[in-house]
């Protein structure tokens, strides 16, 4: 059974820096492709970043320059790095996991989800 597991959500101020990382257990993921999407009541889910495990990586165009998304195989995790942080950033921030080769800003295409991880940025 596959299991994602996020952490490092919390309260930020404005231009603020915080790291979310991402525990996956259950299956070998080396040829999964990872990714972070984030929520806020009464949107859909929205792309924010992914990633392989060769390290291939994309990005939403409202967080290029501002978040790294990165990756430990050793671990199994995934990280999100987010510097700069805006109060529009705050947002349920959830972990994914696509089993299909092929990096994919699409919620659908993704298999396994986490429970989520809250960001808060005041101002």
């Known amino acids: 059974q596959v299991q994602l597991v996020e952490s490092g959500g919390g309260l930020v101020q404005a231009g603020g820096s915080l790291r979310l990382s991402c525990a996956a257990s259950?299956?070998?993921?080396?040829?999964?492709?990872m990714g972070w999407f984030r929520q806020v009541p009464g949107k859909e889910r929205e792309f924010v970043a992914a990633i392989n495990w060769s390290g291939y990586s994309v990005y939403a165009d409202f967080v290029k320059g501002r978040f790294t998304i990165s990756s430990d195989s050793a671990k199994n995790t995934v990280y999100l790095q987010m510097n700069t942080l805006k109060p529009e950033d705050t947002a349920v921030f959830y972990c994914?996991?696509?089993?299909?080769?092929?990096?994919?800003?699409?919620?659908?295409?993704?298999?396994?989800w986490g429970q989520g991880t809250q960001v808060t940025v005041s101002s």
């Open positions: 259950g299956r070998t993921f080396s040829n999964y492709v």
């Open positions: 994914t996991a696509k089993e299909t080769r092929g990096v994919s800003r699409w919620a659908d295409q993704y298999n396994y």
